[in-house]
């Protein structure tokens, strides 16, 4: 299943993205945001989801 990112809905989840994660619960291994390595690999994104926070 692949993951659904912040990018577009203001860095908060949405109620879309709650359900969407609901309806694929039984699929055993969610990733629940799609991440960079660090800051750098972000390229156009201001405030991304990365592994150094």
Do not use: K, W
Request: avoid cysteine.
């Amino acid at each position: 299943m692949p993951p659904m990112t912040r990018s577009r809905a203001g860095d908060v989840a949405t109620d879309i993205m709650a359900d969407y994660y609901a309806q694929h619960a039984s699929a055993g291994l969610i990733i629940s945001e799609g991440t960079q390595i660090s800051r750098s690999a972000a390229h156009n994104f201001p405030r991304p989801a990365d592994l150094l926070r």
